[in-house]
T-cell receptor
């Protein structure tokens, strides 16, 4: 079946630094990928939709300059958290649309200290 | 807009008990419906899905029937196991290209032996 590989699975970084999270579709081409954020014991909040070769569409309230999304190829989308702060600590999950369903990465636990 | 409402948790059961997690939705048109499961520290796994009214999705002993008349997609299992302890998310897709899944808030299930 369709597999989405997400790396790293966890990362600890210092305040003020940037962190890049990669999401790769391994055996299919993903024209569209979605990035979610999940707070402890809460549901998934859609952050943005990325389309290959075009700018990402961000949900209301999500800072596009802080959460940079690049979808340069049909198999790779990246999320860069710039100038990270402790409040950015969270679980980030990517998803690729593969009709009729969706495939999720295994998530990245980001801790900013 | 489209939305998903799940019963509040946590749900605590003894092994071999019957499980029901309620899920209702609001949507225009005819969405596809999904149940995802998330084990601690992991990403989301598709549990089952249904793409049209009266369809029954099933997997690993779990079942859910797409009820258009009651706009519901309740998850059931006849006999839960300790290994079923996880967070369960109900979700819908309007099946339009480029749109993300919409999730309910999730229901935590804890099964004790």
């Amino acid at each position: 079946g369709a597999v989405v590989s997400q790396h790293p699975s966890w990362v600890i970084c210092k305040s003020g630094t940037s962190v890049k999270i990669e999401c790769r579709s391994l055996d299919f081409q993903a024209t569209t990928m979605f990035w979610y954020r999940q707070f402890p014991k809460q549901s998934l909040m859609l952050m943005a939709t990325s389309n290959e070769g075009s700018k990402a569409t961000y949900e209301q309230g999500v800072e596009k300059d802080k959460f940079l999304i690049n979808h340069a190829s049909l198999t790779l989308s990246t999320l860069t958290v710039t100038s990270a702060h402790p409040e950015d600590s969270s679980f980030y999950i990517c998803s690729a649309a593969q009709r009729p369903g969706y495939t999720f990465g295994s998530g990245t636990r980001l801790t900013v200290v | 807009g489209n939305s998903v409402t799940q019963m509040e948790g946590p749900v605590t059961l003894s092994e071999e008990a019957f499980l029901t997690i309620n899920c209702t939705y609001t949507a225009t048109g005819y969405p596809s419906l999904f149940w995802y499961v998330q084990y601690p520290g992991e990403g989301l796994q598709l549990l089952l899905k249904a793409t049209k009214a009266d369809d029954k999705g099933s997997n690993k002993g779990f079942e859910a029937t797409y009820r258009k008349e009651t706009t519901s997609f309740h998850l059931e299992k006849g006999s839960v196991q300790v290994s079923d302890s996880a967070v369960y998310f109900c979700a819908l897709s309007d099946d339009q290209a480029g749109t993300a899944l919409i999730f309910g808030k999730g229901t935590t299930l804890s099964v004790s032996s």
